[in-house]
């Protein structure tokens, strides 16, 4: 089964300044996608980035880029130029490209705080 | 356009009691999905309906739990006899393919 972890519950970082968030994953499939979800205080989930497996480019969206490393099974997110809107928890999540599963799995959550 | 709409926002019911969350998700979105969200046990999958194909249920905790997708769009999820670990937000999300699903904002249930 395919897991998700985010090895970091809470992170800091000063306004205007970059931070990186963690996320490793298991799996045995080749292709797959991975994303970010942000969920501020009014709890809506809102999609951040998306990647896709076979996609050497790493993506990029505005101030917020991650870093796709297949091979290590590993996928963080760097936000530049945090701003105070940025605080969040942040999830990490896997779909598998294909068949009859079609829910994501997520990590645990990292709280990001800005400070001003 | 309009994003995924869920409601009530909050609920709060007795223990014992029947409830029934609703979801209207994005209107062309053939796939739906319901999510538990829990202090305890972070974000669950519940239960995904894809088209006119069987859903997939075999997120649901147990048989007081069930959902159904009318007409394709709407969706209900029904917890039956409600028990205090019933309490959580619940998450609705829908998507056109597989590159993102979008959220609702959810309904917190509270079980007194």
């Known amino acids: 089964a395919q897991t998700v972890t985010q090895s970091q519950p809470e992170m800091s970082v000063q306004e205007a300044e970059t931070v990186t968030l963690s996320c490793t994953y298991d799996t045995s499939e080749s292709d797959y996608y991975l994303f970010w979800y942000k969920q501020p205080p009014s709890r809506q989930m809102i999609l951040v980035i998306r990647?896709?497996?076979?996609?050497?480019q790493n993506a990029t969206e505005n101030r917020f880029s991650v870093n796709f490393q297949k091979a290590a099974k590993s996928f963080s997110l760097k936000i530049s130029d945090s701003q105070l809107g940025d605080a969040a928890m942040y999830f990490c999540?896997?779909?598998?490209?294909?068949?009859?599963?079609?829910?994501?799995?997520f990590g645990k959550g990292t709280k990001l705080s800005v400070k001003p | 356009g309009a994003g995924v709409s869920q409601s009530p926002s909050n609920k709060v019911t007795e223990k014992g009691k029947d409830v029934e969350l609703r979801c209207d998700p994005i209107?062309?979105?053939?796939?739906l999905y319901w999510y538990r969200q829990s202090l305890g046990q972070g974000l669950e999958f519940l239960i995904y309906?894809?088209?006119?194909?069987?859903?997939?249920k075999s997120g649901l905790p147990s048989d007081r739990f069930s959902a159904e997708r009318t007409g394709g769009s709407v969706s209900t999820l029904t917890i039956q006899r409600t028990q205090q670990e019933d309490s959580a937000v619940y998450l609705c999300?829908?998507?056109?393919?597989?590159?993102?699903?979008?959220f609702g904002p959810g309904t917190r249930l509270t079980v007194t």
């Open positions: 999300a829908s998507s056109s393919d597989r590159s993102g699903q979008y």
């Open positions: 990647q896709e497996a076979y996609k050497q």
């Open positions: 309906f894809q088209g006119n194909s069987a859903p997939d």
């Open positions: 209107s062309g979105h053939t796939a």
């Open positions: 999540a896997y779909l598998g490209y294909g068949g009859s599963q079609g829910n994501l799995i």
